[in-house]
Structures are given as structure tokens and as C-alpha cells.
């Protein structure tokens, strides 16, 4: 089991780096890493394999939307996992419709590194996923991925 709150450092180093880089954290990422959406209704690809794979989800998410804006909202212990809620928003580049969604995604980890994200379209599913109650009082929206 891992140190109470070192995986959270961890994954909040991430968020940190692509808060200001736009990019994952490639020290902080395992080899064998999953990019898994097969808990939202996403479309495309429910896997993506490794750090590349997942820049290549990043690139088309983000490259959908005008004016796109992410936000951490919390990090949830649950010893090798971490859930991360998330709220985004932008302008769809496809409709122009102005959307906000707020996502969970759940890190999980081995020996310090991440080697899965699991995306959830509502976050008190993904709390339950890792056996642990939804503390936040906003609500997931049923569509779209992150």
C-alpha cells in the first residue's frame, strides 16, 4: 500500500505540469500506461495505450473546443488509486454551444509512477469504483468524455 497522500502528490504534480505545459508529466507515467474512457459515452477508441496514446486523446479533446478551460477540483485518497474531480468547459468548435462538465478520473499507481487513468463520466461512480463515498456536492454530467 502506498504512503498516505504520496500518490496524490503525484498525480497533482501532473496536473500541475499540464496546467502549465498542456502536456503529461512523461516522468510520472508508466510504460505500459492505459488511457481507459469505457465508463463514458465517448465515441472514439475506449483504450489508449501509453503516454502517447493518451496525448493522442488529449490532442483531439482538446482540439474540439474553443476556449476550453480545465480546473482540479479535488483529490481522493484511496491508497493505490487516486480520483481526481475535474470541471471543464469550452465552446464546442462543431456546434458553438457553450458546455461545462464535471468529470472524475481515477489514477492508479504502482511503484511511483501512474500506469492507468479510468475516466467517469459521473464522479460519485468513480468514487465507488475505488470504495469510497462521493463528498462533493456537484453532480457528473451523463455525456461526453473528460
Known sequence: MAALGRNVDIVRSGFDHFAATGDMLADIVAPEFVWDMSHTAWPEEQTYDGIEGAR???????????????????????????V?????????????????????????????KETRMEMYADPAEAMGAVGLQDTSSASGSSSGPP
Open 56 to 82: 493522442t486523446f488529449l490532442r483531439r479533446w482538446t482540439g474540439s473546443w474553443d476556449d476550453w478551460e480545465f480546473e482540479l477540483e479535488s483529490l481522493h485518497d484511496a491508497g493505490d488509486q487516486v
Open 84 to 112: 481526481a474531480i475535474t470541471r471543464q468547459s469550452g465552446r464546442s468548435k462543431a456546434g458553438g454551444l457553450r458546455v461545462g462538465l464535471t468529470m472524475a478520473m481515477v489514477w492508479t499507481l504502482r511503484d511511483g
